[in-house]
């Protein structure tokens, strides 16, 4: 039953997918209206982030931010359900540019293996179908509540007519399969993970993320650490939307060395200031819907700042 439905959750989502580009932005311009007049979850949670990390904007400027987030995250809703149901060679047409290509194959040549840092910045889907198509590589992920949706993730983060699950092994984001990551690395392959995903109380370090402490996970650091991996950041960020469909620009960068210190404070102070400079090229294009900050440090009487609102 979770199998069928999930198939049937593809099946809707493959017609939606079959809306012109210029039907599905205005839907995704709607989306972001209908967000803002209801004052959804998306935009709450949008607004509180916004007031933690820019505090010194005017009450005007944070306005028309947050209005431009919810549309940009409104359209990745929509960009996103095309990218899962049409085929991967024609979505990667969308990238109008690549810088810093050859940083991967020149760290997959070396043998040390490579892990791919993918802030939640721009289309990470797209980017996801671009690394899929380069490489073989495991992609860390944080297994969803409902079976029902997890199905569903399975379904369209593969091309099948390129076999592209057989080229992509989803790892979930639990103590014995990161002992696949490590393996994976030893032996030269490519591991990719999103690294602005708050972990459980526990399981990271706090460290400053737009000078907010910020729970923030250690794993990169010690997979760095302990294997001598490179360590790429990556993401594909909007450059232009045309009348017809939108474009966007592949990037790959060195990550600092301090990420891979064997203390995790430093390492995760090193992670947060990357993703913050890569947030901060375009703040609109950066998830900000996410609930960054609900886990406090220990011992500072700080509450969640999203509680009751």
């Given at each position: 039953?979770?199998?069928?439905?999930?198939?049937?959750?593809?099946f809707?989502?493959?017609l939606?997918?079959?809306?012109?580009?210029?039907?599905?932005?205005?839907?995704?311009?709607?989306?972001?209206?209908?967000?803002?007049?209801?004052?959804?979850?998306?935009?709450?949670?949008?607004?509180?982030n916004?007031?933690?990390?820019?505090?010194?904007?005017?009450?005007?400027?944070?306005?028309?931010?947050?209005?431009?987030?919810?549309?940009?995250?409104?359209?990745?809703?929509?960009?996103?359900?095309?990218?899962?149901?049409?085929?991967?060679?024609?979505?990667?047409?969308?990238?109008?540019?690549?810088?810093?290509?050859?940083?991967?194959?020149?760290?997959?040549?070396?043998?040390?293996?490579?892990?791919?840092?993918?802030?939640?910045?721009?289309?990470?889907?797209?980017?996801?179908?671009?690394?899929?198509?380069?490489?073989?590589?495991?992609?860390?992920?944080?297994?969803?509540?409902?079976?029902?949706?997890?199905?569903?993730?399975?379904?369209?983060?593969?091309?099948?007519?390129?076999?592209?699950?057989?080229?992509?092994?989803?790892?979930?984001?639990?103590?014995?399969?990161?002992?696949?990551?490590?393996?994976?690395?030893?032996?030269g392959?490519?591991?990719?993970i999103?690294?602005?995903?708050?972990?459980?109380?526990?399981?990271?370090?706090?460290?400053?993320?737009?000078?907010?402490?910020?729970?923030?996970?250690?794993?990169?650091?010690?997979?760095?650490?302990?294997?001598?991996?490179?360590?790429?950041?990556?993401?594909?960020?909007?450059?232009?939307?045309?009348?017809?469909?939108?474009?966007?620009?592949?990037?790959?960068?060195?990550?600092?060395?301090?990420?891979?210190?064997?203390?995790?404070?430093?390492?995760?102070?090193?992670?947060?200031?990357?993703?913050?400079?890569?947030?901060?090229?375009?703040?609109?294009?950066?998830?900000?819907?996410?609930?960054?900050?609900?886990?406090?440090?220990?011992?500072?009487?700080?509450?969640?700042?999203?509680?009751?609102r």
């Amino acid at each position: 039953m979770t199998r069928f439905a999930a198939r049937l959750l593809y099946f809707v989502a493959s017609l939606i997918g079959r809306l012109p580009w210029p039907v599905l932005l205005r839907l995704g311009d709607a989306l972001a209206a209908l967000w803002r007049w209801r004052d959804v979850r998306e935009s709450r949670v949008a607004r509180i982030n916004l007031e933690l990390a820019y505090p010194d904007l005017l009450p005007a400027e944070r306005a028309t931010l947050h209005a431009a987030i919810l549309r940009t995250t409104a359209r990745q809703v929509l960009e996103t359900i095309r990218l899962w149901t049409r085929p991967h060679p024609e979505n990667l047409r969308l990238l109008r540019e690549q810088h810093g290509t050859a940083l991967m194959d020149e760290a997959i040549a070396a043998g040390r293996g490579v892990i791919i840092a993918a802030p939640h910045h721009g289309n990470w889907e797209l980017l996801n179908q671009w690394l899929a198509w380069r490489t073989p590589l495991a992609i860390l992920y944080r297994p969803p509540e409902s079976a029902v949706v997890e199905h569903f993730l399975n379904l369209v983060r593969a091309d099948h007519e390129r076999g592209d699950e057989e080229r992509v092994t989803q790892v979930r984001a639990e103590g014995p399969a990161i002992r696949q990551l490590f393996k994976r690395l030893n032996d030269g392959g490519v591991v990719g993970i999103l690294p602005d995903q708050q972990p459980k109380a526990g399981d990271g370090e706090f460290a400053p993320f737009f000078g907010v402490q910020a729970l923030t996970m250690t794993l990169i650091g010690r997979l760095a650490s302990r294997t001598g991996a490179t360590v790429l950041f990556a993401w594909c960020e909007r450059i232009d939307t045309h009348a017809d469909h939108p474009g966007f620009a592949l990037h790959l960068q060195p990550a600092p060395t301090a990420m891979s210190d064997p203390d995790p404070k430093v390492a995760v102070a090193a992670l947060n200031a990357a993703v913050e400079a890569i947030a901060r090229r375009d703040p609109a294009q950066y998830q900000w819907t996410y609930k960054r900050y609900t886990l406090r440090p220990p011992g500072s009487g700080e509450e969640n700042p999203y509680w009751n609102r």
